[in-house]
């Protein structure tokens, strides 16, 4: 981790940005707190680079980070900002963290976020990215933040459709987040027993093999039919109109939408987001740059920014088999 003790900077910034994701608050609260017992100054950035640029800056001392661990959502804000996808706009960040006498930031957020970050350290303010997404779709870590609180509220909410399913023998699909990743899909799916998972990384388009098993299922006296159907495939409506009339089962579409996003974040949420938001303060107060911070093997690691956005992620065979397997 290096000698603290050497450290080059004095004030850093924090912002979040993309999604906002439960767990967001204990990575503030643990950036904020490392840094100043280690001596550095924090900044906080309101709606992520868009805030940046409008200069939406305040300092923050322990107190600012008081009463937010068990928060969802982020008391900084977040946004997307197309400006910052700009040469324009992030020398203009690079000129605002200048004037405001920022050092190093951490960006709190997903890949496209930490492609900013990775602008902004060639451009010489010091950038630590911490992972923080419900989608978990970052390839470099086990783990982002964000991801615990939302499977557990999706597998809740589904668990719930479930048993009017049963009492209505009805099929129904039910459409979770994740962009254009299938983590949720495959964690509920698992976790909830659905008797299909449909995942943008593995989906096959073959509807008929949806239609068969629903048909196959009810014959062997299933009375629930649950479909777990990812966001990046979509269009769960108009697939539940086409399995109805091709089945002659009742079939209903849920949307689950952004109440996965929200809520009062899990422990491990908490926990890790800590462990993270401490270890991205520590990086930059010990004078790097250009990393970013990911769990791996149940402890917190970092890699290159460049190194991390080139890395590729995907769902195994086996995890996709046996949520096939275990739904038969
Ligand atoms: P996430 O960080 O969750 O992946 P986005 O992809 O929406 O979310 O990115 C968040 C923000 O990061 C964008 O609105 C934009 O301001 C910034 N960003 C994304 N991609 C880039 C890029 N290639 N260069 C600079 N900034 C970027
Ligand atoms: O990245 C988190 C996420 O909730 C994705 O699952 C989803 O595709 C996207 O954000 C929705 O973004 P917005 O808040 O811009 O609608």
Redo the contacts with the bound molecule.
Sequence with gaps: MGDMSEAKIKTIGVLTS??D?PGMNAAIRAVVRTAIQNGVAVKGIKQGYAGLLKEKIIDMNSSSVSDIIQRGGTVLGTA?CPEFRTAKGQKQGVEICKKHGIDGLVVIG?DGSFAGAQKLANLGVATVGVPG???LDIACTDYTIGFDTAVNTAMEAIDKVRDTSTSHERCNIIEV???TAGYIALWCGIANGAEDILLPEKYDYDEQALINNIIRNRKLGKRHHIIVNA?GIGHSASMARRIESATGIETRATILG?M??GGSPTCRDRYIASLMGAYAAMLLCSGKSMRVVAFKNDQCVDYDINEALRMQKDISAYEFEVGRLLSR
């Design positions: 993309g999604g994701a997307r997903g997404t419900i989608d987040m994740g962009h966001e952004y996965q996003r």
